[in-house]
């Protein structure tokens, strides 16, 4: 007698074989044999993981770059490609390029020479993008590093001999390129930290960096100067000279209340004189100081504008003594690795004389390191950390207090119990966790902290804990303890929306997730593979959602190559915006304009027969349209039509491939689209096979010649890109009381629970898949509607002890899994 059982949730994600036998554990009846290429939802089911587009080739394919956020605020974000001494931008799935210019001409020759309007700019070596060329198309979408730059022409660097003559238009834009000091092999060490429109760069081999943006393409950077960014006054007199008595002078901004170093000392022949300056820029007030056995203290505050202080025998305060200048990362080996703010002010740490030694600025001064004597509240901070053992400082984190990671504790900085805010009289260190980090940054989360230990091999989360007054963790990688046996994470990044997975690189180059919600008890991990290399992750933030990209090192045509795709956004609301290829390339001719419509009218209506199609709200035709192809649309109705003769620019003939409906017969069609036998742009995969999904139908697979495919069947909208497949596997069932580890059994039905689901296949192994029969009620010539609900298939049943449902996609199309509901039969 078969009995139906449910699984009805994913949340733990793939389990350790180590823990195969552990069915006692609630993790356990939650869990996955496998989930490669699958995700896990907080809520508990599992969806195929979206595919990646192209965005371009990295600097130089011979070395790794890295991946680097630069967000000012939700909208305006970038990825940062650090590569070999260069830093080029990414936005919105592509480089940022420098305004365009006119091309005039190309030669045929070897190599080819480019001709542009007016004095271009450009220099050997430099990397331009060509686009929108006729006559040699197969230059189009494609970049060059250019050689042999005179006033207006420049090399293209590859033979255009065998192309056709260039006819018209084309423009070419430089990939805007900023110069850096870091090199490759230092890549992975260098640490950033942002405010606003300013980033700092950290690492123990080079002088602090600030990186700043004013524009697109408008980037500097500049070594930090740490001082006041006020000046002190100059010209600082006394109208009574001597030798008798010294002052000095400090201004305060009137902007920031910062207050500057002090100015050149100015002696008295007695203490009733009057001091007097030249104002400094930006200033609101002046402070004046006088010494006292050597010592300054201060006397009196004068305004801006005023013509001096003057001095009535006040007797100096010495507790209260003007800032002295002040920078710990004045030379090599005293170069800062890490870097971060907290409490008003920006925190540094672990130099290579200093290891364990933490250094602030002063308060609301960011590149303020000056301090005072006796030290004032406001003044620059620095701790070392005393510790059995010198581990360097990492990382920095600031929450509600500022969480230090060592190489071989946590420790947490803060005022201690008697203070709200630090201070240089006010600045405790605690262990909290004697687990070291790696040096990688941790991830903050909603509320707790993750990161990865020391070792590389295990990952943790920390909160604090209110019964403790400490920051207590757990260990959240135990349960997948495989994925880490021999490998360790070296990078990762965290994409907050919408499902909160931390994406991993591990060392052979796998991409892990990690799905995190500390408040529901959620920490799920699946691998990830495509055909190539993950050795750079960065998330920024493009519309409502976190975008992923990622650097990846592939082989194609022979050559290693290293490309930055952009991981596309999971939300397909149908088949037909499906993208589930890798590094893919895409084309949309779908009409989006209402006012825009194409009508058909003839006489007969039969495949074969020729009609007028007419175009309103737009001129699409000239007289080489002829051949070109039409989609029309209403509802799952549909017709192509061939162009046969040119009329002029709203009129046209045009065959029809078979017999329309009639609610599409003499009306205006606003669902239309000019469709395309083949696809260009894909020179970065020449030679490959590509997956291809076309009007939401599955094509044949196409090798990519001279960066093009040609399709089997014309549409309007094609995604093609390198396959991948997602397999599903779930535990050894147990439905005990008694236990089933160990019987016979045997599934001969399995009922799915999915949402937007098509393409998949289901069986005990995956050598015995059996395919979901999926068409229902679909009009001829439209693709399968994705399905939401129950899908039951009988699949190939096989007696063995396991009891296992293995589920594969292996079509470039979507699936949602939220329930597996076998019907089991066990024997002895």
Known sequence: MTTPTILPSFAAGELSPALHGRVDLAKYQVGLATCLNWFVHPFGGVSTRAGTAFVGEVYRHTGRSRLVPFAFNTTQTYVLEFADQKMRVIKDGGYVLESALTITGITQANPGVVS????????????????????????????YTINGVTGSTFELGVSTVGLGPWTSGGTAARIYTLGTPYLTADLARLKYVQSADTMTLTHPSYAPRTLTRTGH??????????????????????????????????????????????????????????????????????????????????????????????????????????????????????????????????????????????????????????????????????????????????????????????????????????????????????PQSYEGIADIPPIATESSAVYVTASGKKVRDVAYEFASDSFQGRNVSILAGHLFEGRTIEEWAYAKDPDGIIWCVRSDGVLLGFTYLKEHDVYAWHRHVTDGLVESVACITEGSETILYLAVKRTVNGQTVRYVERMASRYFPDVHSSWCVDSGTGYNGWNTDATRTLTLSGAAWNAGDTVTVTADGHTPFTAASLGTQYILRSGQNQVTVTVTAYTDSSHVSATLDMAPDVSMQATAIPDWALASITLDGLWHLEGRALAILADGSVQPTATVSRGRITLTRAAGRIVAGLPYVCDLETLNIEAGPPTLQGRLKVI????????????????????????????????????????????????????????????????????????????LEAGA
């Open 217 to 430: 393409t408008s980037w500097t950077l500049t070594t930090t100067t740490f001082a006041p960014t006020q000046q002190p006054p100059t010209s600082v007199a006394s109208d009574s000279p001597g030798a008798s008595y010294s002052y000095v002078v400090t201004a305060v901004s009137e902007e920031t209340g910062e207050e500057s170093v002090a100015s050149s000392v100015v002696t008295s022949a007695d203490q009733t004189s009057t001091v007097s300056w030249t104002d400094a820029t930006d200033a609101g007030s002046y402070n004046v100081y006088k010494a006292r056995n050597g010592v300054y203290g201060f006397i009196g505050r004068a305004p801006d504008g005023s013509p001096g202080f003057t001095d009535t025998s006040i007797e100096p305060d010495t507790s209260d003594g003007p800032p002295q200048a002040k920078n710990p990362f004045d030379a090599a080996d005293k170069y800062p690795g890490c870097s971060t703010y907290h409490e008003g002010r920006q925190w540094y740490a672990r130099t290579n004389t200093k290891p364990q030694t933490l250094y602030s600025s002063a308060s609301a001064a960011f590149n303020n390191m000056n301090t005072s004597t006796p030290s004032k509240d406001s003044d620059a901070i620095t701790r070392t950390i005393a510790s059995r053992e010198v581990n360097e400082i990492r990382h920095l984190l600031s929450l509600n207090v500022l969480l230090v990671w060592t190489s071989g504790a946590v420790w947490k900085a803060w005022a201690g119990a008697q203070a709200d805010v630090m201070t240089p009289a006010n600045c405790a260190v605690k």
């Open 116 to 143: 542009a309007s007016g004095a271009h700019g450009f220099s050997n070596g430099d990397m331009v993008w060509l686009q929108d060329i006729s006559g040699m198309p197969e230059l189009n979408r494609r970049r």
């Open 748 to 823: 001969n039905e399995v009922t799915l629970r999915v949402k937007d689901t098509r393409g998949l296949s289901v069986g005990p192994t995956s050598s015995r898949l059996v395919d979901i029969k999926e068409r229902l009620g679909e009009n001829y010539g439209y693709p399968t509607m994705l399905v939401t609900g129950d899908e039951k298939v009988l699949i190939d049943p096989s007696w063995n002890t396991q009891g296992r449902v293995f589920v594969r996609q292996s079509n470039p199309l979507p699936a949602t899994v939220v329930a597996i509901i076998p019907r």
